[in-house]
Nanobody, 127 residues
Framework: VQLQASGGGSVQAGGSLRLSCAAS????????IGWFRQAPGKEREGVSC????????YYSESVKGRFTISRDDAKNTVYLQMNSLKPEDSAVYYC?????????????????????WGIGTQVTVSS
């Protein structure tokens, strides 16, 4: 599985960014794909994940109501629309997928991690 994230950048507080993740190489129909982030000195956090089979979605409490995850299956791309950005959203954002242990659970995949990871993209929100 290959995951290529893009769309990071710098924005002022209150602004918006959209991250994209081009995914390829899935050999199974059932998997979970989503976004994680890690800020300096902090633990990695599952931001939002979506299941391939039924499009169930998980959002962390810190982003609920501000971020939206979506899929374009024709383009094999997952998006993370980030609105009302705050300085505490600054982090390296990673696109990740699980095709193994948590592939059937969008919730546990987002909490406990994935088995495929892309290279991160930096998001910086200034106050």
């Amino acid at each position: 599985v290959q995951l290529q994230a893009s769309g990071g950048g710098s924005v002022q507080a209150g602004g918006s960014l959209r991250l994209s993740c081009a995914a390829s190489g899935f050999t199974r129909d059932q998997y979970v794909i989503g976004w994680f982030r890690q800020a300096p000195g902090k633990e990695r956090e599952g931001v939002s994940c979506i299941s391939s089979s039924d499009s169930k979605i998980y959002y962390s409490e810190s982003v609920k109501g501000r971020f939206t995850i979506s899929r374009d299956d024709a383009k094999n791309t997952v998006y993370l629309q980030m609105n009302s950005l705050k300085p505490e959203d600054s982090a390296v954002y990673y696109c990740a997928a699980d095709t193994g242990r948590y592939s059937g659970s969008y919730y546990y995949a987002c909490l406990y991690g994935m088995n495929h990871w892309g290279i991160g993209t930096q998001v910086t929100v200034s106050s």
